[in-house]
T-cell receptor, first 114, second 115 residues
Framework: AQKVTQAQTEISVVEKEDVTLDCVYE???????LFWYKQPPSGELVFLIR??????QNEISGRYSWNFQKSTSSFNFTITASQVVDSAVYFC???????????FGAGTTVTVRA | DTAVSQTPKYLVTQMGNDKSIKCEQN?????MYWYKQDSKKFLKIMFS???????INETVPNRFSPKSPDKAHLNLHINSLELGDSAVYFC??????????????FGPGTRLTVL
């Protein structure tokens, strides 16, 4: 069963628009960790953020922000004032305590047009 | 210096051949992984090793055999290649197994094409 669902396959925006990527996860564990990775067109996977299940504080890093809501099992990611360099595939991932691996969602392809 | 490196970056081969992909990390990490990314970009764990010991073998066909000669290297050998093995293979490493604190860093990927 899919543990991480990224329902948006592709999102296309014009530069300077905000874009929010949805991530819904499924777990029975009380201790788990959520991640976002970015895969630009060059192909490498870049770590963006980790959140543990006990920390529901939202986080902002520059133009990136993350909203973690346990009540809806969601860990959404917003890019504010998007730029062409934000064009990439973004993956949400889950690791359950003691699982020792990342279970990835299917990814959301973001295209930012100039 | 590249933290996690893989060779080759591209690999094109015929069905039935045997091939290897090498991975090296210079981060001093204890744990290494192989992930497979299919044509639809879906990423799935294949193997993980901690201190050269196999930790995860995620129902991968036994044509795939990882080998960890030391903590800094995790190679992937594939026997009798099939068309369905065409994918991008990513190596990753982390300090340890505690993913709550130990970040996984990925290599650049190896694009394998089986003809």
């Amino acid at each position: 069963a899919q543990k991480v669902t990224q329902a948006q396959t592709e999102i296309s925006v014009v530069e300077k628009e905000d874009v929010t990527l949805d991530c819904v996860y499924e777990t029975r564990d009380t201790t788990y960790y959520l991640f976002w990775y970015k895969q630009p067109p060059s192909g490498e996977l870049v770590f963006l953020i980790r959140r543990n299940s006990f920390d529901e504080q939202n986080e902002i890093s520059g133009r990136y922000s993350w909203n973690f809501q346990k009540s809806t099992s969601s860990f959404n990611f917003t890019i504010t004032a998007s730029q062409v360099v934000d064009s990439a595939v973004y993956f949400c991932a889950l690791s359950e305590h003691g699982d020792y691996k990342l279970s990835f969602g299917a990814g959301t392809t973001v295209t930012v047009r100039a | 210096d590249t933290a996690v490196s893989q060779t080759p970056k591209y690999l094109v081969t015929q069905m039935g051949n045997d091939k290897s992909i090498k991975c090296e990390q210079n981060l001093g990490h204890d744990t290494m992984y192989w992930y497979k990314q299919d044509s639809k970009k879906f990423l799935k764990i294949m193997f993980s090793y901690n201190n050269k010991e196999l930790i995860i073998n995620e129902t991968v066909p036994n044509r795939f055999s990882p080998k960890s000669p030391d903590k800094a290297h995790l190679n992937l050998h594939i026997n009798s290649l099939e068309l369905g093995d065409s994918a991008v293979y990513f190596c990753a490493s982390s300090q340890g197994l505690a993913l709550g604190t130990d970040t996984q860093y990925f290599g650049p990927g190896t694009r394998l094409t089986v003809l």
